[in-house]
């Protein structure tokens, strides 16, 4: 349309992005999830049905959304804005792929052999619903289709160097050094009352690895490195034991149509944790501790390679740290 005053054509301003909101964020974790989840093929349906159903259970997400919170905080430092665009797809595989390898993990902690659980997000655990030969498979085949869902970034982005990062960190966290080894130690002092360094390793491990995997990935794909990326990881690091000391108080006071799976597994599995050792009070006190300086340390490396007022998504993402350790379920 010309304007005949200037005799020229009309500018539109440029519509300034919408403010995200955690409503929208987590809605976008889902569907990047379960659009990532396996197709039908007629044949090994009954295992996918299983990984599926395990997936689409109703998980929080915690994993996904800390590593696109992280990104999206920190990703105005790729000046490249092709590569950017790159990493903005980059992010999604990996934020499904976290979410399959946690979910496997789920899936087997649940088994007889270990935990024996039989609810989990409020319905029959996988074992449960499918037998037990079928939930083995089904978390074997998540772990092996989280790398295949994953290695599908560097077919958009061959070469890239922060991808080949990001590759390691999701090898590495989940494996025999971080969640797998928490887990083994888990497993084999049960029953006994295992010593501080050996409950503190099972915790960094079996529930910290994982989180600082998705924080790590993420300030990874946004151009983070050096002591910026190790304070968000220790920072991943301290939500981690938080979330799992809060995990601890709430398996002795929690409600379990609140929580959606049994209470009182600890105890009845012979488990010794930060509670038995420590007692309500000063796990509850660590939990506080913990949570604070897991804010300061996001703040300290913001601040250092940032050097701006914070971002809403740096806002959603301490929001979301608060919440989750102090939750009730």
Do not use: W
Not at 34 to 61: C, F, H, T
Request: hydrophobic fraction near 40%.
């Amino acid at each position: 349309m010309e304007d005949s005053k200037r005799g020229g054509t009309k500018k539109t301003a440029a519509k300034k992005p919408a403010k995200p909101t955690m409503k929208k964020v987590l809605l976008h974790v889902e569907q990047v999830v379960e659009n990532a989840l396996p197709e039908s093929d007629g044949m090994a349906d009954k295992v996918r049905d299983a990984m599926v159903y395990a997936v689409s259970a109703g998980g929080k997400r915690v994993r996904p959304t800390l590593m696109y919170l992280t990104y999206k905080s920190f990703s105005s430092l790729v000046s490249d804005e092709i590569l950017r665009e790159k990493h903005d797809k980059a992010i999604e595989y990996f934020m499904a792929a976290l979410e399959m390898i946690h979910t496997y993990s789920l899936i087997h902690d649940d088994l007889p052999a270990l935990d024996n659980d039989s609810m989990r997000r409020g319905k029959p655990t996988v074992h449960k619903a499918f037998g037990e030969d079928i939930a083995i498979l089904a978390g074997d085949g998540l772990l092996n289709y989280a790398f295949e869902v994953a290695a599908k970034s560097f077919i958009e982005s061959p070469g890239d160097s922060d991808l080949e990062k990001a590759m390691l960190i999701l090898a590495a966290k989940p494996g025999l050094y971080g969640m797998l080894g928490g887990q083994t130690v888990d497993v084999v002092l049960t029953g006994k009352k295992p010593s501080k360094k050996e409950l503190s390793y099972i915790y960094s491990n079996k529930t910290a690895a994982l989180l600082e995997c998705a924080v790590a990935i993420g300030a990874t794909l946004a151009g983070i490195s050096g002591d910026d990326l190790d304070k968000l990881q220790n920072a991943a690091y301290y939500v981690g034991m938080a979330f799992q000391v809060q995990d601890d108080i709430l398996d002795v006071v929690g409600d379990k149509d609140v929580l959606g799976k049994d209470v009182s597994q600890d105890e009845k599995n012979g488990k010794v944790t930060f509670v038995t050792i420590y007692g309500l009070d000063k796990a509850r006190e660590y939990v506080r501790q913990a949570s604070e300086l897991a804010i300061s340390l996001i703040d300290e490396a913001y601040a250092s390679v940032m050097k701006t007022a914070e971002n809403d998504y740096l806002k959603l993402l301490k929001d979301m740290i608060i919440k989750l350790i102090t939750r009730e379920k």
